[in-house]
């Protein structure tokens, strides 16, 4: 083989691996654009004047910088109170989420009990329905809480109403039935699951019950997936829409403030040569309410993201 032949491939396969870098970085550049897209506009949309939002021409960067709409946006959601509201509910249900469905899975990933399958079928489907389809019984379930009638022996026949009160988060976060519970129990039964035996098996030759084992030798070595799913629960809690209009409608919560802020700011008022109502305005209203929802998420991920990735790995979830 002469040099102007090794010379050759070896230029061919520079060229085929620098092409494969290209192709590589062209489509990361285009996926986290794509992602990134919405949050840039939001964010070049919150300092544009009145005057901006009607010229067509000023599409990113504003030509007249204003904090204006952001301090009404700002005042119009009550945000500072809205905030500690939100942050309350996020940790309550989130704390009482990661307890139970820690039990559950673990439970799911280290016993043999009679009909395991089909109780785990019944998580899984948990997953598949949608709430709203048992929207109807589950208001009226929690309109007239009881258990088995229980409450009826202290006089309260109709239960006690969990509508407008924390009370409904704290139920389904104590019995592993709050939104997306069923994800977070598949997630810690696969990472129980995949512990090996011979801890277990160790631990009981060492005279340590099923609770003890349990408290001294899993839960500490499952700190990522709990981490994982602490911060799953708390951040659809933080943007739910749908819990939260459902069983707090009138509290003071960033979702419900983002819901109503285009209203709220209307009501208001405004000195601009632009009308609150119109389009342009209503749209930037908008924009600016969900860049106040998400930046305390974007900072929480920004010091949790190790947590997170670790525990996706760890959990076998792929995709």
Not at 18 to 41: A, D, E, M, N, T
Not at 250 to 275: H, K, P, R
Not at 302 to 316: D, P
Request: charged residues 10%; proline residues 4%.
């Amino acid at each position: 083989m002469t040099k102007h032949t090794i010379k050759r491939r070896l230029s061919k396969s520079h060229i085929r691996k620098w092409g494969f870098r290209l192709i590589h970085f062209v489509l990361v550049f285009g996926i986290c654009f794509i992602i990134l897209y919405p949050l840039i506009v939001k964010f070049c949309t919150a300092f544009k004047s009145p005057n901006d939002l009607l010229d067509k021409t000023v599409i990113y960067v504003p030509r007249e910088f204003t904090l204006t709409a952001i301090q009404n946006v700002f005042r119009g959601m009550n945000y500072p109170q809205a905030l500690l509201n939100t942050l309350g509910i996020s940790l309550l249900v989130s704390g009482l989420a990661v307890a139970s469905c820690t039990l559950v899975g673990y439970g799911f990933g280290r016993f043999q009990f009679p009909l395991k399958r089909f109780w785990f079928a019944m998580v899984i489907l948990t997953m598949i329905i949608p709430p709203q389809v048992v929207f109807l019984p589950t208001y009226l379930h929690f309109r007239n809480f009881d258990i088995l009638g229980l409450l009826g022996l202290f006089g309260l026949e109709n239960g006690v109403s969990l509508i407008n009160n924390p009370g409904s988060f704290a139920v389904l976060g104590i019995t592993a039935m709050g939104f997306k519970n069923g994800l977070y129990i598949y997630m810690i039964q696969q990472f129980f699951r995949g512990l090996p035996k011979e801890l277990e098996e160790a631990a009981h030759v060492d005279g340590a019950g099923h609770f003890r084992t349990f408290f001294r030798i899993f839960l500490p070595s499952a700190g990522s997936i709990i981490g994982t799913v602490f911060l799953f629960s708390f951040i659809w809690q933080w943007t739910d829409t749908y819990y939260t209009q459902f069983f707090m409608p009138n509290a003071e919560l960033l979702s419900n403030a983002l819901l109503n802020i285009g209203y709220q700011i209307t009501s208001m008022g405004t000195n601009s040569t632009l009308s609150a109502a119109s389009p342009a305005a209503l749209s930037q209203i908008n924009n600016i309410g969900c860049l106040l929802v998400i930046i305390p998420l974007l900072v929480l991920y920004a010091f949790t993201q190790k947590i997170f990735v670790e525990g996706v790995e760890r959990s076998g979830i792929v995709g």
